[in-house]
């Protein structure tokens, strides 16, 4: 059997790594669910390429709109668009309701839930965020404090107002109140404790 290349050497030297450690191979190529490492050993790749693959690896759909998007304008200072921008935009709102008729492009979840955040505080005009222990929203500072599976050590003070409840499990109730069939009271427990801060 194959040694594994451990991700020491430049990996460690040149790389921060955040969130959750470096898995100890180093990954070649990809294809629909598949994965390689540098020896060549298929792997089946159980996190949709971290929720940005849920259509697999290199589709080729997707290769195909990437390669005639290199054609254009592929990227562009925020305060220019391109036609495709606006053309998905307009899709986009012709499929919703006319409250939800913009919207807004980011480039990854955690910049998604940043902005979600501050939506959400604007329109309420209140800044505390409720969210469940075991959550990964981003590892951007305001994303980064409604985190409760990691990023958490080491940062000092979250934003201001984050609070946690548990997480339902039927299988582990962190209340230690029901088994096989969660009847909510972690929620009931979880909003209590909330009130209560």
């Known amino acids: 059997m194959p040694k594994p290349i451990l991700t020491?050497?430049?990996a460690d030297e040149y790389l921060i790594r955040y969130g959750v450690p470096f898995v100890p191979r180093l990954?070649?190529?990809a294809c629909g669910t598949l994965i390689w490492d540098e020896q060549g050993r298929e792997l089946l790749?159980?996190?949709s390429g971290q929720m940005c693959a849920t259509v697999g690896h290199n589709h080729p759909r997707i290769v195909q709109a990437i390669a005639e998007a290199c054609e254009g304008a592929l990227h562009l200072f925020?305060?220019?668009l391109s036609p495709p921008v606006v053309e998905l935009s307009r899709r986009l709102a012709s499929m919703l309701p006319p409250s939800l008729s913009?919207?807004?492009f980011l480039?990854?979840?955690g910049e998604a839930n940043e902005a979600a955040l501050k939506l959400a505080k604007l329109y309420t005009g209140k800044f505390e965020v409720v969210g469940f222990t075991g959550a990964w929203h981003g590892m951007t500072s305001g994303a980064q404090s409604v985190n409760y599976f990691a990023g958490r050590k080491g940062y000092g003070p979250m934003m201001p107002g984050s609070l946690a409840i548990p997480?339902?499990?039927a299988y582990r109730c962190p209340v230690r109140h029901c088994r096989d069939a969660c009847d909510g009271t972690c929620l009931d427990v979880g909003f209590d404790a909330v009130d209560a801060q």
């Open 27 to 29: 990954i070649e190529r």
């Open 45 to 47: 790749d159980f996190t």
């Open 78 to 80: 925020s305060g220019m």
């Open 167 to 169: 997480a339902p499990n």
């Open 102 to 104: 913009k919207a807004m």
């Open 8 to 10: 020491n050497g430049p």
């Open 107 to 109: 480039s990854t979840g």
